[in-house]
């Protein structure tokens, strides 16, 4: 849906997607590193603005763009089926290159809790995406179920891991996180330096 909710720390800035974003979507969700991992979706940019342009119009659904402060795209994020107090988080997905997943994740969390005051934050992840599982349980959340050939990649059922993490939890476990986004977060910075150079 169409939102204004944004945060920034680390080296990173998650802000509201915009309809101009379609194209580096579409290059996220083809790299190789995430085929089988995600859910279908749109494969072209035009199917894709189609996509977001549903989104815009759907409630309960907060959708970001994860870039640098300079503003260079790094990755996406979701915070998406709110209901009350709860909602679910997916859709992470950063450039393998850069460091941003511990960044991101935290932002997102904080947002979350701090911004829509949500209480709990739900989470599936297929079973055999190992990179996601690990942040799941590095930022606190509480694996709760599998859910058995609950979704279709490539036409391949999978299994999903659902995860919980509650306000509470995440209060305890974030400041165990916060060096190494603070190192993440120079890693970043030194990367979109590097990228700034190229184009001098």
Known sequence: MRHSLHAEGFGVRLRPVRL??????VWLRNLEHVKGWVGDSANDVSNQQAWLNKYFEREGDYYFLVETLGGLPLGTHG???RTGESAEKGRH??????????????LANDLAFNQMHLTELRANAVSTNTAVLSLHRKCGFQQVGIARAAQVINGEPVDLVQWVLTVEAWSKVRPRLVPLAEFAGGHITEWEQSQFALTR
């Open 20 to 25: 101009e974003d379609a194209p580096f979507i």
């Open 93 to 106: 997905i950063v450039r393998p290159e850069v460091l941003a997943g511990v960044p991101a994740a935290m």
């Open 79 to 81: 915070i998406y089926n």
